[in-house]
């Protein structure tokens, strides 16, 4: 499975943006990770194709919504009231395992096989 993340760019403090992740083939869960200089990489969001369910890490709940479009394979991740702490390079990431041991680990890089390349998003006034 091939990723194509699209959308990034710069944009005030409290301004939006939408990423799109587009996928190659079918997949099981995708979700968005991201990481700012100096710091690890870290879970954002994530939906569960099939179910629809949704995951967001604390510090984006309220202000980010990921949906999927079925028709195109893509998955969208709408941020809204953009705060400087959001400036990162913001990666897609998916798999097609369904995993048995409860979806947390959806929240971790590991239960990913596939990564698209990066999109820098830049909140700055």
């Known amino acids: 499975v091939q990723l194509q993340a699209s959308g990034g760019g710069l944009v005030q403090p409290g301004g939006s943006l939408r990423l799109s992740c587009a996928a190659s083939g079918r997949t099981y869960c995708m979700g968005w990770f991201r990481q700012a200089p100096g710091k690890e990489r870290e879970f954002v969001a994530a939906?569960?194709?099939?179910?629809?369910?949704?995951y967001y890490t604390d510090t984006v709940k309220g202000r980010f919504t990921i949906s999927r479009e079925n028709a195109k394979n893509t998955v969208h991740l709408q941020m809204s009231s953009l705060k400087p702490e959001d400036t990162a390079v913001y990666y897609c990431a998916a798999t097609a395992r369904r995993y048995n041991s409860g979806n947390s680990i959806y929240y971790t890089e590991a239960a990913y096989s596939y990564w698209g390349q990066g999109t820098q998003v830049t909140v700055s006034s």
């Open positions: 939906i569960l194709w099939s179910a629809g369910s949704t």
